[in-house]
Structures are given as structure tokens and as C-alpha cells.
């Protein structure tokens, strides 16, 4: 199974800023896939990012709120852009490659 | 459209105890992946097991166990004499491609907590 790691494990944040949060596979990758927990709330997915393409967002979630890049097929970014405190959740970083989908360990993110 | 249905929210259990977490999903792929994941309170999210759509067999692992019925399309899981370290929260997801793994569909989730 593929390690996947990811930066920041937590922060907190002021309204109105910007946060990338990091994901780095150990492996080759084609398919990443970021999402949301929302406080006692299930996973959400965010978007789908593969390499050389543009990421695919899902319904309610926009690129201009939470631009992603995959630079290389090992790693990839999620930006939660001009917080509020809806924001708040942890987010979770997950490759699709293989039969299994495992995850990162998530970054709690709590904006004030 | 995919969807998964963990009606139970909330479940308490006495250690040794057994407890059956529900899983009921929707599909109209004929192929597809069926997952239990179990969330500590640290947050990671922990793969427990997989099952495609053409293998009902149940598994078993450990205090483990996994029952897979088509026909009444549930997934149910089984821990057998339930442990404190078993408190979590599970989830059930589904996936929605047949041979090449996509997206997950998760449920609600079930919150257990086993008393010592």
C-alpha cells in the first residue's frame, strides 16, 4: 500500500487568509483525490487531480476557492483560499490507483 | 445516482461485546467496490477491507467479520467481542467504477464506543 504524508497536520488560521496544505505519495500515482470532513460530518470529496490535467471538481466546490496542483505523479496540493470559519475540517489527501484507495493523515484546519 | 446509508449514528457497547455496524448502498453499476474504514480519534482514516461486487463471500479477520448480501444490497460489519481500542468511527464507502478504482461514496458514518 501506498504512504502517503501530508503538511501541515494542523493550524490554525485568521479569516480572509490562505492555506496550501501538501501531499506527498511514496509512489507513482495517477489519481489523487482530496476531501472534506466537515465537523461529525462524513467525507466529501473535493476534486480529482491528475497529472497533466486540470482537476475535476465536484458539485459546490469551485477552483477559484480550492486551486489543487499536481506538478508530478508523487505529489500534490490543495489551497483553501480566503478562509472563514466554515472552512474549518480536516482534510483528507487519497491516491486511486490500485484496488484500494488509502489516505493521508488528514490536516485539521480551524479558522477563527 | 451511487449513495450509502449507515442508518445507525450512534452505537455504545459493554467490552465482549458483539456489535453489527449497518451498511446499505445504492448503485446501478453492476461492477463496483464496497469498503469499511475505521477513523480513531487522531483522525487518520483506516483501510479495513475491500469487496467487489462479484465476490458475496463473508470474510472474516480476526474479531473481524463482514457479511455481503446483493440481493438486500448490505454490507454489514460484525466485531466480535468488542475492545475499548475498537471505539471509532466507522465509515462504509462505495466506489463507483468497475474495473479501475474511482471516487469513494461515503455514508454518514457510525460512531462506536466500547466501555470498559
Known amino acids: 500500500s501506498a504512504v502517503i504524508s501530508q503538511k501541515p497536520s494542523r493550524d490554525i488560521c485568521q479569516r480572509g487568509t490562505s492555506l496550501t496544505i501538501q501531499c506527498q505519495v511514496d509512489?507513482?500515482?495517477?489519481?489523487m483525490f482530496w476531501y472534506r470532513q466537515q465537523p461529525g460530518q462524513s467525507l466529501t470529496l473535493i476534486a480529482t487531480?491528475?497529472?497533466?490535467?486540470?482537476?475535476?471538481?465536484e458539485s459546490g466546490f469551485v477552483i477559484d476557492k480550492f486551486p489543487i496542483s499536481r506538478p508530478n505523479l508523487t505529489f500534490s496540493t490543495l489551497t483553501v483560499s480566503n478562509m472563514s470559519p466554515e472552512d474549518s475540517s480536516i482534510y483528507l489527501c487519497?491516491?486511486?490507483?490500485?484496488?484500494?484507495?488509502?489516505f493521508g493523515p488528514g490536516t485539521r484546519l480551524l479558522v477563527l | 445516482a451511487q449513495k450509502v446509508t449507515q442508518a445507525q449514528t450512534e452505537i455504545s457497547v459493554v467490552e465482549k461485546e458483539d456489535v453489527t455496524l449497518d451498511c446499505v448502498y445504492e448503485?446501478?453499476?453492476?461492477?463496483?467496490?464496497l469498503f469499511w474504514y475505521k477513523q480513531p480519534p487522531s483522525g487518520e482514516l483506516v483501510f479495513l477491507i475491500r469487496?467487489?461486487?462479484?465476490?458475496?463471500q463473508n470474510e472474516i479477520s480476526g474479531r473481524y467479520s463482514w457479511n455481503f448480501q446483493k440481493s438486500t444490497s448490505s454490507f454489514n460489519f460484525t466485531i466480535t467481542a468488542s475492545q475499548v481500542v475498537d471505539s471509532a468511527v466507522y465509515f462504509c464507502?462505495?466506489?463507483?467504477?468497475?474495473?479501475?478504482?474511482?471516487?469513494?461514496?461515503f455514508g454518514r458514518g457510525t460512531q462506536l464506543t466500547v466501555w470498559p
Open positions: 448503485t446501478r453499476d453492476t461492477t463496483y467496490y
Open positions: 487519497s491516491e486511486g490507483d490500485g484496488e484500494t484507495q488509502y
Open positions: 487531480a491528475n497529472q497533466g490535467s486540470e482537476a475535476t471538481y
Open positions: 464507502a462505495l466506489s463507483d467504477r468497475g474495473s479501475t478504482l474511482g471516487r469513494l461514496y
Open positions: 469487496r467487489n461486487s462479484f465476490d458475496e
Open positions: 509512489s507513482q500515482v495517477t489519481m
